[in-house]
């Protein structure tokens, strides 16, 4: 029978061990969700895809027959996810990798699956200190998901793609970036999708459950609305003057890339010529477009590439990808800057490295072992690097995955006065063909800009070669798999950083790790100790 908050066993459906139809809609709902964050045929993220599917998703745990069915459906949802948003990894291990088949088929799987044990503790203790009250039970199942989330973005080095805050990339969830983060989205996600799972056919006449509604909306559209105030005072204020740029896509075979007799000799020769051809203000190369330490380049090559760029009074300034280091100091995935008067270059050294293609996990040796990938034991570059200054713009490069993390990012913010007016992302995923990861990665550096308010400009192997606005909106794009620059211009933003910028750079994801565990544990204490949520 129905009580006052979602519902009371039926034990028929309890013996009966849960109606069948569950399994394979916690199974769609999983594929869904992955198809919400980027969808493969038009490559834009689908935010109402999100909530529905998460949606089902609780619909489905609601009436799981016990807590540790639940958790075994959260982990079959978590892991279908999580498999449809990376199974592209399946294509740098096997297709660029030789790595069998059916072992890299295992390893996408492998990985999905644990990663996706986060999600299953967390409905696990969801069904089982769940309150009656449906209010109490949307926020505890909010709060649980984001600790999966934090866990999932943190630990192990933290691997958080397809995070689900980036689903609303375009959504009216995007309102609350400046403020929360994509972590905190996925809170708001969350919440959403539990509240609709959880509603009844009665409320419709429920004042209460209306006011509460109203309530909610309230708050969102404060926000929205600040949010707005303070676009349009970056908009009439803090916009620098248009910057000219040349963002380079070299398309090189990644099958070839690091090959002495083809890929090497394409890159260099490609990106020679385009780099002294080049007349923007601002000139980008992505990651290791030069794919040799200085000391094995040819006699002359970097030097004849840069002169133009150092000499005094000039008008253009380069940002390039290439390896650094030696054998005694270690190396580094880098950045080399070069702008007029410089006696010497700007460097960026990476800082989040990438497991098994810039470091070697403990343990896992045997398994690079097994593919033929130029594999690495990269150093570190520290968090919070200083920017690149140019023409009155200071310009924070990241490289490949690193604007997946927006704690990292945030340290440049610390210190408004030099807090970065505009980001670059130079990136090589080549390693992923031409799949949906490209158009994954676009919208993770859309998110950034809308986090921070500072565009982001993209160059890349095979792309997505972009510049994206303070507003989070691409506004220049060269097509996929295609060699060519892309000449656009950018404006870089001033002003007060955001909210989320604020405290994230000062204190990384630790208020958002303490708000769901303070809701967690208040909600699951007062948690009803019996099993609720089966209906038929």
């Known amino acids: 029978m129905q009580q006052s908050g979602v519902v009371q066993v039926d034990p028929a459906a309890h013996n009966a061990g849960g109606a069948w139809w569950l399994w394979p809609l916690v199974l769609l709902a ?31 745990i609601l009436r799981s027959a016990t ?14 996810w999580l498999c449809g948003t990376f199974w592209w990894l399946y294509i740098s291990m096997h297709t660029y990798g030789g790595l069998a088949a059916p072992l890299a088929v295992a390893a996408v799987l492998g990985l999905a699956a644990f990663v996706g044990g986060y999600y299953a503790i967390a409905v696990w203790w969801f069904r089982k200190r769940q309150s009656d009250n449906r209010l109490h039970a949307a926020f505890f199942f909010a709060a649980l998901w984001l600790l999966a989330e934090l866990a999932r973005g943190q630990w192990w080095t933290g691997f958080p793609w397809g995070a689900i805050g980036y689903a609303h990339v375009e959504g009216p969830l995007a309102a609350l970036a400046r403020y929360v983060g994509v972590y905190g989205m996925c809170f708001a996600a969350a919440f959403i999708a539990a509240a609709i799972a959880m509603m009844r056919s ?9 006011v509460g509604v109203a309530g909610v909306l309230m708050v ?91 000499k005094p009074n000039g008008e253009q300034a380069l940002l390039v990808g290439i390896p650094l280091g030696n054998f005694t100091e270690g190396y580094t995935n880098s950045v080399y800057g070069y702008a007029p008067g410089m006696q010497k270059p700007y460097q960026y050294d990476k800082h989040h490295l990438v497991p098994f293609g810039e470091f070697i996990p403990p343990f896992f040796r045997w398994f690079t072992e ?56 130079l990136s090589n995923i080549g390693w992923f063909g031409d799949s949906v990861a490209i158009d994954q990665h676009l919208a993770i550096s859309r998110l950034r800009t809308l986090e921070f308010e500072r565009p982001m400009v993209r160059a890349t192997n095979t792309g997505a070669t972009a510049v994206i606005d303070h507003r989070g909106q691409v506004t220049h794009r060269l097509e996929n798999d295609k060699r060519g620059v892309l000449l656009a211009e950018v404006r870089g933003v001033s002003g007060p950083v955001t909210p989320f910028a604020w405290w994230v750079g000062r204190f990384g994801l630790w208020p958002l790790w303490g708000l769901g565990l303070v809701v967690a544990v208040l909600l699951g204490i007062r948690g009803n100790r019996h099993r609720v949520g089966v209906v038929h």
Request: glycine share 8%; with cysteine.
């Open 30 to 60: 999983g594929v869904a969700q992955a198809l919400s964050l980027a969808w493969p045929w038009r490559g834009q993220p689908l935010w109402w895809l999100q909530i529905a599917a998460l949606a089902a998703f609780v619909h489905a």
């Open 370 to 425: 097994m593919m033929n990938i130029p594999l690495g034991d990269f150093n570190r570059g520290h968090i919070g690097q200083d920017s690149f200054d140019w023409k009155g713009e200071r310009i924070a490069p990241n490289i490949c995955y690193e604007d997946l993390f927006g704690e990292e990012l945030g340290a440049r913010f610390v210190d408004a006065a030099r807090a970065p007016t505009f980001m670059v992302n």
């Open 202 to 210: 009665e409320d419709a006449g429920n004042q209460k459950w209306w």
């Open 220 to 310: 969102f559209g404060g926000l929205a609305s600040q949010r707005q105030t303070e676009l349009k005072k970056a908009d009439a204020s803090h916009l620098s003057q248009p910057m000219t740029l040349a963002l380079m896509q070299g398309q090189i075979p990644q099958d070839e890339k690091f090959l002495p007799g083809s890929g090497i000799p394409m890159a260099l020769d490609w990106y020679a010529g385009r780099l002294r051809e080049a007349t923007a203000q601002l000139v980008v190369a992505p990651e290791t477009a030069i794919p040799l330490l200085p000391k094995q380049l040819p006699t002359g090559y970097l030097e004849a590439i840069t002169e133009r760029y150092v």
């Open 67 to 80: 807590p540790r069915r639940a958790g075994f459906m959260a982990w079959l949802f978590a892991t279908a």
